[in-house]
């Protein structure tokens, strides 16, 4: 589209130049083309007025920022002395970094328990709510609405479900007879109470986009698989499932990019505790830079976790790419 | 262009199941939708159950009377009305802020011929990948000379426009004839009040995607005032809220009395607007 605007203007400017030519007198064309040169500059005048004050904002609050950033991750500065320049050193320190690899470990993990869960209670719940049953709406509702739970009050939420002393989970435990649970204080645990809960906040998401893309699949399709003899089962696994392939790559990456990014509901549950479990990348880069005062390093470790994002990110798209699924 | 338009609309009608198998979705159903309303309604209930209460062993599954205790001390004890002042100004001036300037900015970019329009338009959807923990360090000392730090300023500027508003915007009206607006600037009508006249009362679809976006984010912002505000006058709600997890750990029906205030507005929201709230939800989900 933009490629069109972009050849209808240059042809515009072409059909300029030709009237200016044929002008009788050498006087009136330089006149002409003053004129253009006017309109012109007036319609980029014009343009940067309606696209400029975003744009500053935008633009100063990310590229110009993330420039400095880079700077930044090349020196040693705890923001009041003066910096000195260390080169590479902050990133080579990262490779040998016990603490930075245990933080990895422990985003990992979240990521393998979160992605593909989400995923697939996605798809599920996209699949159970994609009929017109009495209470739907209700069910759909209470499904959707923890989207709107901020991750303060989901971390409030957790810590209190979960307290071994009375929350509400050991409590029903206890009544069903089982072993109470050390949950959020169980080094073993933390991680998957934190996934539990992230899952309760975000199945909305993957269940929305999922819902979205069944309804875009062709009838014909599945009734075609029943005159074929399917089973609902056959029928879902070798006909719808595949239609949804797109999008559950971008569902992928999307839910893998914010698992990586996994900062707040640890803030607000564990403070990375017990036993530096939950620990994230996210949250050690906060630890650096904010309570260590380790400006430098912080910003190493943000490229470093900005990096990985990218390759993980083109290295889906090209895979998608090659086995012909188009996500993008 | 069309397409990701097509998703700004709410979820669409699911298509009918056979008769036979619905009591069996039933059964899944209505115990994942009672599991997902749960922390919710725990939230409610230990809000208003007496402190007495709630420290009992074997706790009760349901408290044996009601109080507003909590919500009495909540509101003596705690700066709670300056927090939802805040979040209301930071919330308010940001939706404000990202309807005007993002639909200027997105228009621009859609209609407007202007030299760097496309290089322009790149540098935006560039800035999409950047992910905002690599932004928090030079943005902190950007808004510490800026003389930002510790004030309210520092949680509003942030969300007065985004890229992902720009790029919204700027779909919505190349989607949009462009004949009507001709015909207005035939009849004399300058750019802007094409704009203000013509173009922003058609918005109004990706307007309201747009509100809910930025409304949803800005309220529940947690890392970001965070860092920046470390004086309780210029708390937000989620920063009140978080606070209270350290400094009154054990008085629950408080704490969840202040989750009630930080979290009503919007569940609110969502019950009155769900159509909308789940547009938002496909479109920034399509949108990459």
């Not at chain 1, 950033?69 to 910096?83: C, H, I, R, V, Y």
């Not at chain 2, 054990?250 to 969840?256: A, H, K, P, Y």
Request: net charge positive; hydrophobic share 50%.
């Amino acid at each position: 589209m933009a490629a069109t605007t972009v050849f209808s203007s240059r042809s515009e400017r072409g059909r300029g130049r030709e009237t200016a030519a044929r002008g009788a007198t050498a006087q009136q064309s330089a006149e002409r083309r003053r004129q253009i040169r006017r309109r012109s500059l007036r319609a980029d005048f014009e343009g940067w007025g309606f696209v400029g004050p975003a744009m500053v904002i935008v633009l100063g609050l990310s590229v110009f920022p993330a420039v400095w950033a880079f700077l930044l991750s090349l020196q040693k500065w705890n923001g009041f002395s003066t910096p000195t320049n260390v080169g590479l050193a902050n990133y080579a320190t990262m490779i040998t970094d016990g603490q930075l690899r245990a933080a990895v470990n422990h985003t990992v993990l979240y990521t393998a328990l979160f992605v593909p869960t989400s995923v697939l209670l996605g798809l599920f719940l996209a699949v159970a709510l994609n009929r017109r049953i009495v209470l739907v709406g209700i069910y759909r509702t209470a499904i959707f609405l923890p989207f709107v739970a901020s991750a303060a009050s989901t971390g409030i939420l957790t810590t209190y479900l979960f307290n071994p002393q009375y929350g509400l989970v050991n409590n029903v435990l206890r009544v069903l007879g089982l072993p109470q649970q050390g949950w959020l204080e169980n080094p073993s645990q933390a991680m998957v109470v934190i996934t539990l809960m992230s899952l309760w906040g975000q199945a909305a998401f993957t269940t929305v986009i999922y819902l979205a893309a069944l309804q875009d699949i062709p009838g014909e399709l599945l009734e075609a698989a029943r005159i074929d003899g399917a089973n609902v089962w056959q029928s879902f696994w070798r006909v719808t499932f595949p239609q949804l392939a797109p999008v559950t790559v971008f569902v992928t990456i999307w839910q893998t990019i914010g698992a990586i990014q996994l900062f707040d509901l640890v803030y607000t549950t564990t403070r990375g505790g017990p036993l530096n479990a939950t620990e994230t990348i996210v949250y050690y880069m906060w630890k650096s830079a904010f309570k260590n005062l380790e400006f430098g390093y912080g910003s190493a470790v943000a490229y470093g976790l900005f990096a990985v994002t990218l390759i993980i990110t083109i290295g889906v798209v090209l895979y998608s790419r090659r086995t012909k699924v188009e996500a993008f | 262009m069309s397409v990701l338009l097509s998703r700004v609309t709410p979820v669409p009608r699911a298509r009918p199941a056979r008769r036979s198998s619905s009591r069996w979705w039933h059964l899944l159903l209505a115990p994942i939708a009672l599991l997902f309303a749960l922390p919710f309604v725990q939230m409610f209930l230990t809000a208003l159950t007496p402190a007495s209460e709630i420290n009992k062993f074997p706790p009760a599954f349901i408290p044996a009377h009601l109080t507003l205790d909590g919500f009495v001390r909540l509101f003596q004890t705690s700066g709670i009305l300056l927090w939802m002042r805040n979040t209301i100004v930071v919330s308010g001036v940001g939706v404000l802020s990202h309807m005007v300037l993002c639909s200027l900015a997105g228009y621009g970019f859609a209609r407007l011929r202007f030299r760097g329009r496309n290089l322009g338009f790149f540098a935006i959807v560039a800035t999409i990948m950047i992910p905002t923990q690599l932004l928090m360090v030079p943005t902190y000392i950007l808004f510490t000379r800026l003389g930002l730090i510790d004030t309210l300023g520092a949680a509003i500027v942030p969300w007065l426009a985004s890229a992902f508003g720009i790029f919204l915007m700027r779909q919505f009206f190349l989607s949009l004839p462009a004949e009507l607006e001709e015909a207005a600037m035939l009849d004399g009508c300058t750019r802007l009040q094409v704009f203000f006249r013509v173009v922003l009362p058609l918005a109004r679809p990706a307007l309201a995607t747009l509100a809910i976006f930025t409304l949803l984010g800005s309220w529940n912002d947690l890392i970001w005032p965070l860092i920046a505000i470390n004086n309780d006058q210029a708390f937000t709600l989620q920063l009140g809220i978080t606070n209270f997890q350290g400094a009154r750990r054990t008085d629950w029906s408080l704490l969840m009395a202040g989750n009630v205030v930080a979290t009503l507005p919007l569940i609110a929201f969502f019950i009155a607007a769900q159509k909308q709230f789940l547009a938002t939800m496909t479109f920034s989900g399509i949108k990459g």
